[in-house]
T-cell receptor, first 107, second 116 residues
Framework: DAKTTQPPSMDCAEGRAANLPCNHSTISGNEYVYWYRQIHSQGPQYIIHGLKNNETNEMASLIITEDRKSSTLILPHATLRDTAVYYCIVTGGKLIFGTGTRLQVFP | NAGVTQTPKFRILKIGQSMTLQCAQDMNHNYMYWYRQDPGMGLKLIYYSVGAGITDKGEVPNGYNVSRSTTEDFPLRLELAAPSQTSVYFC???????????????FGPGTRLTVL
């Protein structure tokens, strides 16, 4: 079973920041937080991952709380093409996908 | 680079038939994976491989077989198709990383299989 809890759906206005939360209260010290997304019926796409520190890349930022029990994926300027299912995965090995958050970006 | 390619895109099988789903990658990745995704659900790992000649079971291996004779190819075999195997199948590949099998994975476009 997935070790994470995510809201089933969220909305975001185009151009605004999308903040996707994830709870992972049972995370252990050697486990990473990964984010993937799946646009429509395509294969999932890697977004970002982190262990303890906040991370940023060209797609998104990942904010991990100090106790590592939760994290937030931030898409700074959401576009319509960011409409997708976003998966938060905690792992020290294999990827275990839950049902994710369905993000709908509207004009 | 083509990345991860999968064939066929779609297939309809009758119960009891067999087929092989093809997967190839041109990124020289050691690790390859097969997942299935049922409607409205997340992906479940079927089998994975950490290199040519080495394969291991994932969460849902029953009814499937794999082989890995080359770095590039990782075919998935269904021997006796059942309606429960109706799903979308994704192949993925990655380099080994600090998070071992959790390193960034690159996914193919999927094969949509229906068993009637």
């Amino acid at each position: 079973d997935a070790k994470t809890t995510q809201p089933p759906s969220m909305d975001c206005a185009e151009g605004r920041a999308a903040n996707l939360p994830c709870n992972h209260s049972t995370i252990s010290g050697n486990e990473y937080v990964y984010w993937y997304r799946q646009i429509h019926s395509q294969g999932p796409q890697y977004i970002i991952h982190g262990l303890k520190n906040n991370e940023t890349n060209e797609m998104a930022s990942l904010i991990i709380t100090e106790d590592r029990k939760s994290s937030t994926l931030i898409l700074p300027h959401a576009t319509l093409r960011d409409t997708a299912v976003y998966y938060c995965i905690v792992t020290g090995g294999k990827l275990i996908f839950g049902t994710g958050t369905r993000l709908q970006v509207f004009p | 680079n083509a990345g991860v390619t999968q064939t066929p895109k779609f297939r309809i099988l009758k119960i009891g038939q067999s087929m092989t789903l093809q997967c190839a990658q041109d990124m020289n990745h050691n690790y390859m994976y097969w997942y299935r995704q049922d409607p409205g659900m997340g992906l479940k790992l079927i089998y994975y491989s950490v290199g040519a000649g080495i394969t291991d079971k994932g969460e849902v291996p029953n009814g499937y077989n794999v082989s890995r004779s080359t770095t590039e190819d990782f075919p998935l075999r269904l021997e006796l198709a059942a309606p429960s195997q109706t799903s979308v199948y994704f192949c993925a590949s990655s380099f080994p990383g600090l998070a071992a099998l959790g390193n960034e994975q690159f996914f193919g476009p999927g094969t949509r299989l229906t068993v009637l």
